[in-house]
Each structure stands twice: as structure tokens, then as C-alpha cells.
């Protein structure tokens, strides 16, 4: 059981916009920055968004995070099937960092 | 280019132990705080640890506490994971991860494969 909940899986179709929900408590991202990673298959862990809604250079703006209170959420605009992949949410949690249990991303 | 490669991983026996190394490159290892990640088969991400920039702040999961050691050596360019006591739910890919000053988790190494088993 993760701290922070992700719906298990989400789909949609090439030019689409999916949206991703990651749901916590005050402890966490009601009270820190959230990140979201970016996990290819068969490849180790990408940082997608920083503090909540920032993208690192190279990070297409298709991606965006935004928070409001103890939620957060993934964006994706103009899927592409190269989107195919799982996301995390993540933030600390007082001295603990916390994942989501991850969202599986199909491109149909 | 800022590069991680852990190492170290292998089978391992349950009650055994195994020290995880990551070397650093491309970047001032002394400035970074670090952390270890790791993830079972076919699961999600779990942090495990993670060590301040001068190894003097360290904190652990729940389930590794009173088993795992994290530790760093500035000098080397290095960050480590004492596994003690392993049982077999800790068979995991072990990931190390870079936090910046803005971001948590900038940069992941490749990981390394950790199986407990008998």
C-alpha cells in the first residue's frame, strides 16, 4: 500500500491529453513539492516535473503538474505512443520520501 | 555529462549480506545529497535511504532500518548501501538517485540487481 494513490492505469489515443491523480495528505504533498518520474520499459527512472509544475530542460511542455492541496496531478497533451510508459508521483513526507504506486500508461 | 553506476548486486542468500556501490562522474559528488531507490519485480518505486551532501544527515525506510547502512566517500566520488540481514522481499532493482538543490531524483543510475534467495 503506497502512501500516495495513483489509479493503477490510464489510456488514450495519439493527440490526446490524459491526466494523471496522485492523491496524499498534509504530511506530504500538502506540505512539500511534488515530482513526477518518468519510467520507460526495461529503463531506470526519469525526472519529469520538479516542485510541482516545473519541467528540466528536455522535458517536452506536452508534460505539466500542477498541485492544489493534498492532490497533484500529470498532464500529457498530444499523446504520442513514445508516451508509453509508467509514472510515479513522489514528495517527502517529513523525513521519509513517499512514491505513488505508479500509473501505467497505455497509447491505444 | 553526469553519469551513476551502481554495482554490487548478485544473489545472495536469505540472512546474508551485500554492499551496493555507485560511482559518480560529471558532476561535484561533495555537493549533492543522494539516495537509494529500489524496485521489486514487477512493482513500483520504493526510496530505501537517503545521505546528506556530507554524510552527516542520513535517513532510512521503515522496512531497511536496522539493516541497511548508507555512507559515501567524497574523496571516491562514491555513495554505498550496506545490506544486512537480507530477506527475500528485498529482491529489487537498487537505483541510485542525485537530489539537487531544486529537484529530487534529477539523475538515476541504471540499477543494480539484488536477488535473495536460497
Known amino acids: 500500500q503506497s502512501v500516495l494513490t495513483q489509479p493503477p492505469s490510464a489510456s488514450g489515443t495519439p493527440g490526446q491529453r490524459v491526466t494523471i491523480s496522485c492523491s496524499g495528505s498534509?504530511?506530504?504533498?500538502?506540505?512539500?513539492?511534488v515530482y513526477w518520474y518518468q519510467q520507460l520499459p526495461g529503463t531506470a527512472p526519469k525526472l519529469l516535473i520538479y516542485?510541482?509544475?516545473q519541467r528540466p530542460s528536455g522535458v517536452p511542455d506536452r508534460f505539466s503538474g500542477s498541485k492544489s492541496g493534498t492532490s497533484a496531478s500529470l498532464a500529457i497533451s498530444g499523446l504520442r505512443s513514445e508516451d508509453e510508459a509508467d509514472y510515479y508521483c513522489a514528495a517527502w513526507d517529513d523525513s521519509l520520501r513517499v512514491f505513488g504506486g505508479g500509473t501505467k500508461l497505455t497509447v491505444l | 555529462e553526469v553519469q551513476l553506476v551502481e554495482s554490487g548486486g548478485g544473489l545472495v542468500q536469505p540472512g546474508g549480506s551485500l554492499r551496493l556501490s555507485c560511482a559518480a562522474s560529471?558532476?561535484?559528488?561533495?555537493?549533492?545529497?543522494m539516495n537509494w531507490v529500489r524496485q521489486a519485480p514487477g512493482k513500483g518505486l520504493e526510496w530505501v535511504s537517503y545521505?546528506?551532501?556530507?554524510?552527516?544527515?542520513?535517513y532510512y525506510a521503515d522496512s531497511v532500518k536496522g539493516r541497511f547502512t548508507i555512507s559515501r566517500d567524497n574523496a571516491k566520488n562514491s555513495l554505498y548501501l550496506q545490506m544486512n540481514s537480507l530477506r527475500a522481499e528485498d529482491t529489487a532493482v537498487y537505483y541510485c538517485?542525485?537530489?539537487?538543490?531544486?529537484?529530487?531524483?534529477?539523475?538515476w543510475g541504471q540499477g543494480t540487481l539484488v536477488t535473495v534467495s536460497s
Open positions: 498534509s504530511s506530504n504533498i500538502g506540505s512539500n513539492y
Open positions: 538517485a542525485r537530489d539537487s538543490v531544486t529537484a529530487s531524483g534529477d539523475y
Open positions: 560529471g558532476f561535484t559528488f561533495s555537493s549533492y545529497e
Open positions: 545521505i546528506s551532501s556530507s554524510g552527516s544527515t542520513i
Open positions: 516542485r510541482n509544475n
